[in-house]
C-alpha cells in the first residue's frame, strides 16, 4: 500500500506518503505561494526521494473541505486527476477530522476551526481517549458565540487547532483552552493520510469520479448573487 495525500484547504499547503504502517515523508509549505504552483511539485519530490513513482501509488487522499473554496477546488481536482490516469480508489476526508488526527493528541478535546468570516469558524469537536478519536460533533459552520457556549460545558483541557485556532483562543476567552506549538495547530497532509485509513478500515471505497467538495456553504459571489436576486423579486 502507498497512500498519496494531499492537503490545500487553508494558506499552507502539504503533500505526504505512507504505507499504511508509518508516514514515509511529509513536504510542507506555508510561503504564500499559490497551491497550484506547489502541490504536484511536492508530490513529485516526495515519490522521488523516497525512491517511488507514480506507479507505485495505491490509494490517494484528499482534504475535501471545509475550507477556502479555491484550495480545496485545487486539492480535490489534484487527486481526482491523479486517480483517474491510474483508476485509483481515492478517498476524500474531512478536513477537520484529518487535522485532530494530525495532532496527534493523547488526551482530552480537540477544537478544529478554520476562519469561516463574518464571526464564524468551520467547527467540529472531538475526544481524544487513550489514543483513539471520537468525533463529538458533526462538521459545521458555527458562529464564535455559539462555540464558546458548547466549550463552557466541557471539562479538562481543549486543545485547538486550524487556521482559525488563534482568532478562537482570542476571542472566546476560556481558560481551558490550549494552543499546541504554531507548527502543530495547521492542517497537515499527514493527517489527511490518517484519516483515510480509517476510511479504508471501514470498508469504505470511492473513486475519483464520485469525489465532490464539501465547501458547507455558499461562496461569497454565490450569496451575492443570491442577495440581488432576492432584491430583484
Known sequence: MLIL??????????????DGQKLLAESYQNSGLTHSQT????????????????SDVTHLAVAAGPGSFTGVRIGVSAA?????????????VST????????????GHI????????????NAI???????????????????????????????????????????HQSLDIPELLLPPEHRQ???ASGVALAALEALARGESTDGAALQPNYMRMSQAERERMEKLQIKN
Open 5 to 18: 495525500a494531499f492537503e490545500t484547504s487553508a494558506k499552507s499547503c502539504s503533500a505526504a506518503l505512507h
Open 126 to 168: 472531538f475526544l481524544a481517549e487513550n489514543g483513539k478519536l471520537t468525533r463529538i460533533t458533526e462538521d459545521r459552520a458555527i458562529a464564535l458565540a455559539e462555540l464558546k457556549a458548547e466549550l463552557e460545558h466541557i471539562d479538562g483541557p481543549i486543545y485547538l487547532v486550524g487556521d482559525g485556532a488563534a482568532l478562537a
Open 111 to 122: 477544537c478544529c476551526c478554520m476562519d469561516a468570516r463574518r464571526n464564524q469558524v468551520y
Open 186 to 188: 495547521h492542517q497537515r
Open 80 to 92: 481526482k486527476g491523479f486517480a483517474w490516469g491510474a483508476e485509483l480508489p481515492v478517498y476524500g
Open 39 to 54: 502541490l504536484m511539485v511536492m508530490a513529485q519530490d516526495l515519490l522521488k526521494v523516497c525512491g517511488k513513482s507514480a
Open 96 to 107: 477537520l477530522q484529518a487535522m485532530a488526527l494530525g495532532l496527534g493528541a493523547w488526551e
